[in-house]
C-alpha cells in the first residue's frame, strides 16, 4: 500500500521561506516523474514544479526562480523549497507520483502567505 505524506507547511509573512516534503511509504516503481501542484480557493489545481526520472526539472512561470523541486531517490521523498512567498502563493499544496499504470497523490498541505 503507498502513501504519500506531506508536511511543511504553514503561515508565514510575505518575503519569507517554506520547505514542503512529500515522503512515499510502500513500494512504488516505475516513477516516470514527481511534481508539485497547487489549488488555492476558488481555482483549478495547477502544476508547480515537477522533476522527472532523469532529473529534468520545470517551473510554472509565476515561480521561477523563487521555488526548487529536489528528489531524495533513497528516501522516496521529494522536497520544495519555496522562498520569497508572495500572498498570491497562498494555496493547499499537493505532491503527485506520477508512475506507469497509476498515480499517487498525497493529502494536501496548507501553506498560507499573509502581507
Known amino acids: 500500500q503507498v502513501r504519500l505524506v506531506e508536511s511543511g507547511g504553514g503561515l508565514v509573512q510575505a518575503g519569507g521561506s517554506l520547505r514542503l516534503s512529500c515522503a512515499a511509504s510502500?513500494?512504488?516503481?516505475?516513477?516516470?516523474?514527481v511534481a508539485w501542484y497547487r489549488q488555492a480557493p476558488g481555482k483549478q489545481r495547477e502544476l508547480v514544479a515537477i522533476?522527472?526520472?532523469?532529473?529534468?526539472?520545470n517551473y510554472a512561470d509565476s515561480v521561477k526562480g523563487r521555488f526548487t523541486i529536489s528528489r531524495d531517490n533513497a528516501k522516496n521523498t521529494v522536497y520544495l523549497q519555496m522562498n520569497n512567498l508572495k500572498p498570491e502563493d497562498t494555496a493547499v499544496y499537493y505532491c503527485?507520483?506520477?508512475?506507469?499504470?497509476?498515480?499517487?497523490w498525497g493529502q494536501g498541505t496548507q501553506v498560507t502567505v499573509s502581507s
Open positions: 503527485k507520483f506520477d508512475t506507469v499504470g497509476r498515480d499517487y
Open positions: 510502500g513500494s512504488i516503481f516505475a516513477i516516470n516523474f
Open positions: 522533476i522527472t526520472s532523469g532529473g529534468n526539472k
